[in-house]
T-cell receptor, first 118, second 113 residues
């Protein structure tokens, strides 16, 4: 049963510390998304990649957040330094798209990383 | 600009009764519309999508959604609600010519025994 995996599932850290979240997309999927979910803002897209190339990171605070795909099986989201306002659930999702406007498939979400910054 | 609205924060329904969760959208181009469900402490799960074709789309767990172009709506429905359907439901629309989805604010469905 193919699914997106995320590690860690929970992370508690202190303000100023570096946080790295990892995602393994479904094998064969070529598009990876990072979302943040909070009560106040709902579900926000932070960044996404197609074929490992970053296509859009406009939703991400550039000064402290960075997202990468070292290879097709791993996506990372890093926060350095972390702040209490970064506390949220971070979701990774993957999908298979051709880029053509006429072709679009659904995204599959991982279980999320619940981050608490004290 | 694309957007999606879920006008109800919460919907309450008795088990066995039909349920409707509302969604309206605004898009450029043809709408690609989605419904997802989120159970507590879980990621979002795909329920169904409308890309083209029949206005009534059938999805997982007995859910269906009706696409209405004139009303720019894509309401989620189920003929007979189950207590286990209680969850947070998100409507989403694809941003034209991209891979991105815009999600609504979510509607919490509570099904009472």
């Amino acid at each position: 049963d193919a699914r997106v995996t995320q590690t860690p599932r929970h992370k508690v850290t202190e303000m100023g510390q570096e946080v790295t979240m990892r995602c393994q997309p479904i094998l064969g999927h070529n598009t990876v998304f990072w979302y943040r979910q909070t009560m106040m803002q709902g579900l926000e897209l932070l960044a996404y990649f197609r074929n490992r190339a970053p296509l859009d990171d406009s939703g991400m605070p550039k000064d402290r957040f960075s997202a990468e795909m070292p290879d097709a099986t791993l996506a990372t989201l890093k926060i350095q330094p972390s702040e209490p306002r970064d506390s949220a659930v971070y979701f990774c999702a993957s999908g298979l798209t051709s880029g053509a406007s006429s072709s679009y498939n659904e995204q599959f979400f991982g279980p999320g990383t619940r981050l608490t910054v004290l | 600009a694309q957007s999606v609205a879920q006008p109800e924060d919460q919907v309450n329904v008795a088990e066995g009764n039909p349920l409707t969760v509302k969604c309206t959208y605004s898009v450029s181009g043809n709408p690609y519309l989605f419904w997802y469900v989120q159970y507590p402490n879980r990621g979002l799960q795909f329920l169904l999508k409308y890309i083209t074709g029949d206005n009534l789309v059938k999805g997982s767990y007995g859910f269906e959604a009706e696409f209405n172009k004139s009303q720019t709506s894509f309401h989620l429905k189920k003929p007979s609600a189950l207590v286990s359907d209680s969850a947070l439901y998100f409507c989403a629309v694809r941003v034209y010519n991209t891979d991105k989805l815009i999600f609504g604010t979510g509607t919490r469905l509570q099904v009472f025994p």
